[in-house]
């Protein structure tokens, strides 16, 4: 059965990692924890809530910034302890104000780079062009 | 500094959630966790290496099954506490068989589906293509 909150393995704390991911581009926007409370919310209203584990509460993002996340879907994983919340953003993810709270490059590898595949080039483009 | 390991903010059990997505698709292939050792290996080898939680022990992903994960690049997030691991994939990333861990769908917003931008049919037709 979808959407069944009992089928999601919460951690000692009570949370769930949920990969925020731009439905368009397959960006990977944020990374961010769910409680029961705010899997409830994201299904309810369609927009993403989180828990804040430093603020210590629930969190509906974009609520100040307007930059409120619409859920396309959302997938959980083979032993049910993560989530992919595949997004439509309402501007950018990041406090910072970058689309993606992932600007930065910790390791790149130049030679598995170029052994990307060429079809990969039109995904860049489209990203490009949704820019 | 690049690849300097100092800059991970790890959890109070050592461990750094990676969100690893396919390079070529975009695709969110599995959610893992990395120590500082397997951070290193990786980087090292350029292959992901984990830190199982449950077995307790450093995983190479692929050892036995052969199902390696060639790194392109890595990625640390605005607050250093996650990870993404952008790589080409020799095989399923799931111990199920499945390309990604990600195959069962917990919830899904009909009305937003319809809404996302044309050119995601793009990318849609290009990893059919690459299959």
Not at 47 to 71: D, Y
Not at 85 to 109: D, M
């Amino acid at each position: 059965m979808k959407d069944d909150i009992t089928r999601i393995r919460f951690d000692q704390n009570g949370l769930i990692p949920a990969v925020v991911q731009d439905a368009d581009t397959g960006e990977v926007l944020t990374v961010a924890y769910m409680n029961e409370e705010s899997v409830q919310k994201s299904v309810e209203t369609k927009e993403t809530w989180f828990w804040s584990r430093s603020r210590n509460e629930l969190w509906h993002k974009g609520e100040t910034s307007g930059n409120t996340q619409r859920i396309v879907e959302m997938k959980l994983d083979c032993d049910q302890d993560a989530l992919v919340v595949r997004v439509l953003p309402n501007g950018p993810a990041c406090h910072t104000g970058e689309r993606s709270c992932f600007y930065e490059t910790f390791f790149q590898n130049d030679e598995a780079a170029a052994a990307e595949q060429p079809g990969s080039i039109l995904s860049k483009l489209e990203r490009l062009i949704a820019e």
